[in-house]
């Protein structure tokens, strides 16, 4: 669906994107990842058509950007962050007028407003002024303009940027229910959108794609080792030894707790190595509370990776 290769765009005072190639499949749903002024948004607006790039190839659905921005433009819908509505128009004036636009035949375009309109949860808003709508609708509305031409591919940036956390909450169910009939390109900063919605990310760091894998091997490959939890009634230093005696095990850190518990952070090979920890607890002895694997975030993958400690894309 997409094809990005080799592309470069340079602004007078800066390189914004540096020779990035990456694809995204038809069906998929990606997130789009960077810490501010990392490239994300002038990718976006490359692959939508709206900014030229200095050098490289874009192809949507096998069409070229710059030799057949048209065809792209029928096949993208595309959401910026600050979507450009009318606010004086009204919200079926502003669709119809958006629909015409976009070249969608007059004897298909009430059935097609209707459509967007119910997708978007704005059925009983079609009459009101869009400068009257909450931050919330107004995202509704622009999501609508993005799908009234039926595009194969959805550019959402930045989609629940101010929002609260109900309307984060319906926006996040509508771009799930959108996922089934179009591929769709997610740019955001609220990380729990990636993990709840994408199949596989995408992430750029100073113009360049740092990574671009699904979210377990990401984990996978920046996590070698497995961090196990375990609390047990045991004396510190005599437990502290007997774990770093096995082999593949190490305590990385340690807590006294009241009444004799001792808890401690164990670097091992696998996370297959907590029934060795079970066994010695067993052997030794030892009343066991807990015995767990430590779970890494996407926040904590996307921080080690923009702090240039990350993997080969």
């Known amino acids: 669906m997409i094809k990005v290769s080799e592309v470069t765009k340079k602004y007078p005072a800066r390189l914004a994107v540096d020779n990035i190639s990456f694809e995204v499949n038809r069906g998929e749903i990606v997130g789009f990842l960077g810490p501010n002024g990392a ?3 002038t990718t976006m607006r490359m692959l939508a058509g709206y900014f030229p790039m200095n050098s490289g190839s874009i192809e949507v659905a096998g069409f070229d950007v710059r030799k057949d921005a048209r065809e792209v ?8 962050e600050s979507c450009p509505l009318y606010p004086e128009m009204r919200v079926d004036e502003y669709l119809r007028f958006r629909a015409e636009l976009k070249g969608v035949k007059s004897s298909a375009r009430k059935a097609k407003i209707a459509e967007v309109k119910e997708q978007c949860g704005l059925t009983d808003v079609g009459k009101r002024i869009i400068g009257q709508l909450s931050k919330g609708y107004r995202q509704r509305v622009g999501l609508a303009d993005s799908l009234v031409h039926d595009p194969d591919l959805l550019i959402l940036d930045e989609p629940t940027v101010g ?48 990574a671009s894998d699904t979210e377990e091997n990401l984990h996978r490959k920046l996590h070698a080792c497995a961090v196990i939890e375990m609390e047990v009634a045991a004396e510190k230093a005599h437990a502290i030894g007997r774990v770093n005696a096995l082999p593949g095990l190490d305590v990385r850190n340690s807590n006294a707790l009241p009444d004799g518990w001792l808890r ?30 430590q779970e890494h975030s996407l926040e904590d993958t996307f921080v080690q990776i923009t702090r240039n400690l990350g993997v080969t894309p």
């Open 39 to 41: 490239g994300k948004t």
């Open 73 to 80: 433009r029928k096949r993208i819908g595309y959401l910026p």
């Open 163 to 210: 929002l609260d956390p109900i309307q984060i909450r319906q926006v996040r169910e509508l771009i799930k229910q959108l996922a089934e009939r179009h591929t769709i390109l997610l740019s955001t900063h609220i990380l729990q959108e990636v993990e709840a919605i994408c199949e596989r990310i995408l992430i750029i760091n100073e113009g360049k794609i740092v």
């Open 264 to 293: 401690m952070e164990i670097e091992a090979d696998s996370p297959e190595m907590r029934v060795d920890l079970f066994n010695l607890a067993v052997t030794e002895g030892w009343v066991l509370r807990e015995l767990s694997e």
